[in-house]
């Protein structure tokens, strides 16, 4: 299985500015995801990070307010821009966990962030 | 909406009581997973059923799969306290490249009472 851990694990910040979580594996992966749980509710995928490419972002979710970096293949950041109090949530890097096509998906503890 | 439900949304039993939770989806699956988190904190992988089989057991927990019905039910046996958490299935998707992503259900939250 795969280690992830995540910084910042929460934060509060203030409407308006932007907030960079970091997510980092202790092996190296193809995939890597990125999920929003907003308070009370189940995951949805933001976007899949791919080393070299850029990220597909799901139908929701645009490049402007949740850019993504992926230099590498251990290391991935998800910065939520232009934040509003909606923004609220927990936000979870997730990775495959090998073996080919998507068998285990791990995941990271997860940032809480409230947006005031 | 490509979420699955899962019901019961909240569930609340006393230690050494089995639990028992569904999930239902609605366009057919290759793998489904079952996850459990606790208290807002990061997902912990519980069981993987692929489309094939039809039950896998992994100490106190049994995962069953029927495909016909695409449901899938998660019993926890002789739970306990620390059971307390919520449990998500999660179907795999078909993805870009060949690829797979995890569509999650709305979750079920267990309150098990010492």
């Known amino acids: 299985s795969a280690v992830i851990s995540q910084k910042p694990s929460r934060d509060i910040c203030q409407r308006g500015t932007s907030l960079t979580i970091q997510c980092q594996v202790d092996?190296?992966?193809?995939?890597m995801f990125w999920y929003r749980q907003q308070p009370g509710q189940s995951l949805t995928l933001i976007a899949t990070a791919n080393q070299g490419s850029e990220a597909t972002y799901e139908s929701g979710f645009v490049i402007d307010k949740f850019p993504i970096s992926r230099p590498n293949l251990t290391f991935s950041t998800l910065t939520v821009s232009n934040m509003s109090p909606e923004d609220s949530s927990i936000y979870l890097c997730s990775v495959e966990g090998g073996g080919g096509a998507l068998e285990t998906q791990y995941f990271g503890p997860g940032t809480r962030l409230l947006v005031l | 909406s490509q979420q699955g439900e899962e019901d019961p949304q909240a569930l609340s039993i006393q230690e050494g009581e089995n639990a028992t939770m569904n999930c239902s989806y609605k366009?057919?699956?290759?793998?489904l997973q079952w996850y459990r988190q606790n208290s807002g904190r990061g997902l912990v992988h519980l069981i993987l059923?692929?489309?094939?089989?039809r039950e896998k057991h992994s100490g106190r927990l049994r995962v069953t799969l029927d495909t016909s019905k695409k449901s899938s039910s998660l019993l926890i046996t002789a739970s306990r306290a620390a059971d307390t958490a919520s449990y998500f299935c999660?179907?795999?998707?078909?993805?870009?490249?060949?690829?797979?992503?995890?569509?999650f259900g709305k979750g079920t939250k267990l309150t098990v009472n010492p």
């Open positions: 092996s190296q992966v193809t995939m």
């Open positions: 366009t057919s699956i290759n793998n």
């Open positions: 999660a179907r795999h998707h078909p993805f870009q490249g060949g690829s797979e992503k995890l569509v």
């Open positions: 059923i692929r489309s094939n089989e």
